[in-house]
């Protein structure tokens, strides 16, 4: 399976972006999808799951209420939708799949896109 994310740019304090992860070479519908960042001197960490189905979703703390997961199987795409943008939401965003696990670990996961940048500064 082949990630890309796309989306990713430099916004202001409380402005919005949305992230798109396309999937291709896979059974896109039958992966739990994953969206993990990981800012610079920091370590990766998760940010929010979807279910193959798309009906379960569970978000981090740091950004539940602001950020959106969601999916359309038919374009095998996932999206984050990300309002009230802080900087400290500054990072290398990533798409990742797995087959099995609805789980918050990264080291689970067994695809990965290459990741694209998001910036939140003044």
């Known amino acids: 399976v082949q990630l890309v994310e796309s989306g990713g740019g430099l916004v202001q304090p409380g402005g919005s972006l949305r992230l798109s992860c396309v999937a291709s070479?896979?059974?896109?519908?039958?992966?739990?999808m994953g969206w993990f960042r990981q800012a610079p001197g920091k370590e990766r960490e998760f940010v929010a799951v979807i279910s193959s189905s798309g009906g379960i979703t569970y978000y981090a703390d740091s950004v539940k209420g602001r950020f959106t997961i969601s999916r359309d199987n038919a374009k095998n795409t996932v999206y984050l939708q990300m309002n009230s943008l802080k900087p400290e939401d500054t990072a290398v965003y990533y798409c990742?799949?797995?087959?099995?696990?609805?789980?918050?670990?990264?080291?689970?996961?067994?695809?990965w896109g290459q990741g694209t940048q998001v910036t939140v500064s003044s």
């Open positions: 070479g896979g059974t896109f519908s039958t992966y739990i």
């Open positions: 990742a799949a797995d087959r099995t696990l609805l789980t918050k670990q990264w080291d689970a996961y067994d695809y």
